[in-house]
């Protein structure tokens, strides 16, 4: 992976995190019952999780075959984003 690349990964990394700290600081602001506890519900959720891992699974195999940020991209734009897979 070169230098761009690593870059553009953590720039995605960072990004995620403030709109993480973001959703948290509204969720709590609008006092939102439980919200913490639907959130590690929904990770928990078993419908989810065997294809999400198997998406991370693959992913890491291909970085193995060839690390390029291009698969990374796109796996991240496979993602749900409702909260169920689509």
Same mark, same amino acid.
């Not at 953590?10 to 913490?36: C, G």
């Not at 991370?56 to 169920?84: C, H, I, M, N, W």
């Given at each position: 992976?070169?230098k761009q690349a690593l870059l +553009?990964? !953590?720039?995605?990394?960072?990004? &995620?995190?403030?709109?993480?700290? %973001?959703?948290?600081?509204?969720?709590?602001?609008?006092?939102?019952?439980?919200?913490? %506890?639907? +959130?590690?519900? &929904?990770? %928990?959720?078993? %419908?989810? /999780?065997?294809?999400?891992?198997?998406?991370? /699974?693959? !992913?890491?195999?291909? &970085?193995?075959?060839?690390?390029?940020?291009?698969?990374? /991209?796109?796996? !991240?734009?496979?993602?749900?984003?409702?909260?169920?897979?689509?």
């Amino acid at each position: 992976m070169d230098k761009q690349a690593l870059l +553009s990964a !953590l720039r995605a990394v960072e990004k &995620l995190h403030f709109q993480n700290v %973001a959703l948290e600081t509204l969720l709590e602001s609008y006092k939102i019952p439980n919200w913490k %506890a639907r +959130s590690h519900k &929904l990770a %928990a959720d078993k %419908a989810i /999780q065997p294809e999400l891992r198997a998406g991370f /699974q693959t !992913l890491y195999a291909e &970085l193995e075959r060839e690390p390029d940020l291009s698969v990374v /991209q796109a796996f !991240l734009r496979s993602l749900p984003t409702t909260g169920k897979p689509s």
